[in-house]
């Protein structure tokens, strides 16, 4: 069956569709960091003008440096990517076999790829009435079917939900007495660091983690992702790209952002407790029903009433942009998800969504 794949951050055809500029929207379906990109990263744009002039370093060598400083690992367990995105449509070509599992709902994208490439695509679904929990014992009896491939994104995407070290090493192990590759994508990890899988699954030859730099660092604009893997993964990876896929000011704005430890500390502070008052104001309303999440967004169910899709159009007049979740695989049209994003904003969003619920109270029948 024909899915669409759209995305949140749509804001300048939203803008054109309105007749009002990308500047006037408050974008919550986007979940990129509220304070913008670091700082350094600035300066190091500004000093990388010049070098326009040059092809940039086609080895990423700089920036895999820093990213071995910033994880604790060999600067040979990364391959550097025009975003994540694009390691994603790589991937396919580079893992054997032809049939996938894809723990929905999840990043539409993975399914999109593993199309273009001729795999068989199936879903392995987490339930919002068990807080999209993962059932190892289900799990297992799931891959014994026979899968190359298991596809995880941990904080889940749009659920938020962190599965922690243990989980994941449980699960790469069933993916390895499987015969069954880990895609672990930890796009949202750097909000919470602390659980990432990838001092205890890269080693093994049968995973790989995705990271994005977009999303923390807020440059979605330069296009930045990575991966971490054992070395021949990384080695094959890198054979497969385009030369000068990264260009100069992506890869320096993503070497500074690293360094950037004042800048990163304060977003993870803000971002948690932001997402503890926008929680809060959002379970008041007893039309919905908020997950809980460790990422910077939350997903949010509206309890019966309208659907995400008509509160999305009531939100537009006012300049606010959600993300209508419907077509994420397992979510049913009263699910979308928003992004944490400054005080004064968060505020705002939840006084236009109090007025359109009580709209929606006071004309419906008693």
Not at 272 to 299: H, I, M, T, W
Request: aromatic residues 10%.
């Amino acid at each position: 069956m024909s899915r669409s794949h759209d995305h949140g951050g749509a804001i300048f055809a939203t803008a054109r569709r309105m007749g009002v500029p990308p500047s006037a929207f408050i974008d919550f379906s986007a979940s990129i960091n509220p304070l913008g990109f670091p700082a350094l990263a600035r300066d190091a744009i500004g000093r990388a003008l010049d070098s326009l002039v040059h092809y940039p370093d086609a080895g990423h060598q700089e920036l895999k440096e820093a990213l071995a400083h910033y994880h604790g690992l060999p600067s040979a367990h990364f391959v550097v990517a025009n975003g994540s995105t694009e390691l994603i449509y790589q991937l396919p070509a580079v893992l054997s076999g032809k049939r996938a599992l894809i723990a929905a709902p999840s990043f539409s994208e993975y399914e999109r790829a593993l199309n273009r490439q001729q795999w068989e695509v199936r879903h392995f679904l987490l339930s919002p009435e068990d807080g999209f929990s993962l059932d190892l014992a289900r799990l297992e009896a799931k891959l014994a079917e026979g899968y190359d491939a298991f596809y995880l994104c941990n904080p889940g995407n749009p659920s938020g939900t962190l599965y922690p070290p243990h989980v994941v090493d449980q699960v790469c192990e069933l993916c390895r007495e499987a015969g069954t590759f880990l895609v672990l994508d930890e796009a949202f990890m750097d909000f919470c660091e602390e659980a990432s899988a990838k001092h205890s699954v890269i080693d093994g030859g049968n995973a790989l983690i995705l990271r994005s730099m977009t999303k923390f660092f807020g440059i979605p604009g330069l296009r930045l992702g990575y991966a971490m893997a054992n070395e021949p993964l990384c080695g094959r990876l890198d054979a497969l790209g385009v030369p000068w896929n990264v260009n100069t000011l992506a890869l320096a704005a993503g070497s500074a952002s690293l360094q950037d430890q004042e800048h990163n500390q304060r977003t993870i502070l803000f971002i948690d407790q932001e997402r503890r008052f926008l929680s809060g104001q959002l379970c008041s309303f007893p039309q919905l029903k908020v997950y809980p999440s460790r990422a910077n967004f939350l997903l949010v169910e509206i309890v019966g009433g309208m659907t995400a899709r008509e509160l999305a159009e009531r939100l537009l007049p006012e300049l606010v942009i959600i993300r209508d979740c419907a077509t994420f695989y397992g979510l049913s049209p009263h699910f979308f998800r928003i992004a944490v994003r400054t005080r004064a904003e968060n505020e705002r969003f939840v006084a236009c969504l109090g007025k359109i619920l009580a709209s929606c109270a006071v004309s419906s029948p008693q």
